[in-house]
């Protein structure tokens, strides 16, 4: 209640029980009560008017994940709306942003109005909390697994329409939709180490291209043009234009290309398209 004054004596009380009165709180230059909401909107695109952080959803502090949600909403939503804006993109694609990010924003909310819940609980419930937590934090693969969920590591969009797998999926390859792969064992042709995340720098879409052929490249690089940069990976040596040489495979084992291959990473560092052949047909139709 507005007319309710916070002080600390719950605190206290709080430091007493847990710390055995070895702590005593005192001074607070700041306090105050607040309440805990959850709510979503329906749709995060009204025409012209797109919601993104806070205005598309607000939940409970527990985890953290508002700010990590709100930024990846922006990610998810920006490189869409420059092409739109560039007359590069039809608008339809906007609710490519919908489709993407409100199953992720309704995830998150049930996740941290599960949280307070735990957190919160009294009695009986309180005890079992107790034990499935002095549990989690004595299992890492549990513990690990649980991280990596609040932490928003394992977001992914293989169900949208910008998802697109052609080809057999590989054993623990990344999949369409997944956020891309960034393992370590890539160098450029002078022998530094390059990451993918380096590679993605550069404005728009990132095209790996597993093939020795040159002109297969060069047809890939025509068909993005000035939508992103193609760059050629290759086992050994060097290549014309840009490339990284990949002696390891590593780009095939977490990608999922064959021999031969192509993978395409959205500005927002997402799969949309992997393929089993360096076949730019199959990339233009997915452009257009």
Known sequence: ?????????????????RMGGRLTMRNPRWLTYFEIHHAQVAAYRHGRVLLAGDAAHIHSPAGAQGMNTGMQDAANLGWKLALVVSSRADAA????YHDERHPVGAEVVRVTTAMTDVGTARGPEAALRDVALFVVGHDAAIGNAAAARVA????????????????EH??????????????EGLRRPDGTAVAIEELQARPGFLLLARSEDPAAVEELR?????????????????????????????VGRHYGLGSGGIALVRPDGYLGLVVQAPDAGVLRDYLA
């Open 170 to 183: 590989h054993h623990a390859a990344a999949r369409a939709g997944d956020h891309a792969p960034d393992p």
């Open 93 to 96: 694609l906007l609710d490519t």
């Open 152 to 167: 928003e590591l394992r977001v992914n969009y293989r169900g949208s329409a910008l998802s697109v797998h052609r080809g």
């Open 222 to 250: 025509r068909v993005l043009g000035d939508l992103g940069t193609v760059v050629q990976v290759v086992a050994s040596g060097a290549a014309a234009g840009e490339c990284v040489v990949d002696p390891d495979d590593v």
């Open 1 to 17: 209640p507005q007319d309710e004054v916070a002080d600390n004596a719950p605190l206290q009380a709080l430091a007493e029980a």
